[in-house]
T-cell receptor, first 114, second 109 residues
Framework: NAGVMQNPRHLVRRRGQEARLRCSPMKGHSHVYWYRQLPEEGLKFMVYLQKENIIDESGMPKERFSAEFPKEGPSILRIQQVVRGDSAAYFC????????????FGQGTRLTVV | GNSVTQMEGPVTLSEEAFLTINCTYTATGYPSLFWYVQYPGEGLQLLLKATKADDKGSNKGFEATYRKETTSFHLEKGSVQVSDSAVYFCALGDDKIIFGKGTRLHILP
């Protein structure tokens, strides 16, 4: 049973380009979370999705960032027109849902904007 | 809204010392509480959890008790090892999972 798979593990983009980060949840999990971690800082919640629905996007910047979790395929976090300040580690987590269930994390995608 | 506050690091201890990392929470309901650990270059792994008041979660010698009266979930270990060096995150789960800022732990041989 594969864990949460994120790709790519490392992504380098020039300022102004687009970054696409992919997350395949664990089998049977219909809930996906995205978090951002800046160097030496904690995890900042970005967005919570269920299949085809955004449940909570209160942590997402209002511009340039979007997320989706289609019926088929991985969840995608998309950052348009990247800036240096977007450089961070982006972690995806999945859960089967329900208050008592923990989230399982992927290894993260480390985005570097040059 | 819900929030988690944990002690700031870094925390540096000698091997075999006693460890406590404080965590308190604010929640409107009755969330589940978690401790996650992050080793260098990796994602987070669940260390232990508790789903209701007075529950004790335990794993790998670590323990934490869900204290509703003090809204706390402090992490403890009786004798730490060098391999415990990592960043520890306290978290609560309601409709989404909210994390504290993390506490970096250094264990010296």
């Amino acid at each position: 049973n594969a864990g949460v798979m994120q790709n790519p593990r490392h992504l380098v983009r020039r300022r102004g380009q687009e970054a696409r980060l992919r997350c395949s949840p664990m089998k049977g999990h219909s809930h996906v979370y995205w978090y951002r971690q800046l160097p030496e800082e904690g995890l900042k919640f970005m967005v919570y999705l269920q299949k085809e629905n955004i449940i909570d996007e209160s942590g997402m910047p209002k511009e340039r960032f979007s997320a989706e979790f289609p019926k088929e395929g991985p969840s995608i976090l998309r950052i348009q027109q990247v800036v240096r300040g977007d450089s961070a580690a982006y972690f995806c987590a999945s859960s089967p849902g329900g208050q008592d269930t923990e989230a399982f994390f992927g290894q993260g995608t480390r985005l570097t904007v040059v | 809204g819900n929030s988690v506050t944990q002690m700031e690091g870094p925390v540096t201890l000698s091997e075999e010392a006693f460890l406590t990392i404080n965590c308190t929470y604010t929640a409107t309901g009755y969330p589940s509480l978690f401790w996650y650990v992050q080793y260098p270059g990796e994602g987070l792994q669940l260390l232990l959890k508790a789903t209701k008041a007075d529950d004790k979660g335990s794993n790998k010698g670590f323990e934490a008790t869900y204290r509703k009266e003090t809204t706390s979930f402090h992490l403890e270990k009786g004798s730490v090892q060098v391999s415990d060096s990592a960043v520890y995150f306290c978290a609560l789960g309601d409709d989404k999972i909210i994390f504290g800022k993390g506490t970096r732990l250094h264990i010296l041989p």
